[in-house]
Nanobody
Framework: QVQLVESGGGLVQAGGSLRLSCAFS????????VAWFRQAPGKEREFVAA????????NYADSVKGRFTISRDNAKNTVYLQMNSLKPEDTAVYYC????????????????WGQGTQVTVSS
């Protein structure tokens, strides 16, 4: 069983930056894909970004391309989401998730989830 713990959320003004962290409870298999999803009030959870643990290839939702960067630190068993040029519409609870196998942008395909961290962007 893998446990994921997110941190780094908070309140920021539009145009500001935040960095989210997702720490794994144990060394992550090289076959894992780690993703960030988010859910705003009254909306469905949506894909934000994903990274392949072994090769480091990445995927992004169109809404965050050029503003968000996903990365990993193998030694720390941690995945990061650097969020720049934040907009009020980025306000949501952000979740880290992991699955074994290839990249997918569908949340139900992920087996392990963190508890979520709130990101609020004020206008």
């Amino acid at each position: 069983q893998v446990q994921l713990v997110e941190s780094g959320g908070g309140l920021v003004q539009a145009g500001g930056s935040l960095r989210l962290s997702c720490a794994f409870s144990r060394r992550t298999s090289s076959s894992y894909v780690v993703a960030w999803f988010r859910q705003a009030p009254g909306k469905e959870r949506e894909f934000v970004a994903a990274i392949n643990w072994s090769g480091g290839s990445t995927n992004y939702a169109d809404s965050v391309k050029g503003r968000f960067t996903i990365s990993r630190d193998n030694a720390k068993n941690t995945v990061y989401l650097q969020m720049n040029s934040l907009k009020p519409e980025d306000t949501a609870v952000y979740y880290c998730a992991a699955r074994s196998g290839r990249y997918m942008a569908v949340d139900v395909k992920y087996d392990y989830w963190g508890q979520g961290t709130q990101v609020t962007v004020s206008s």
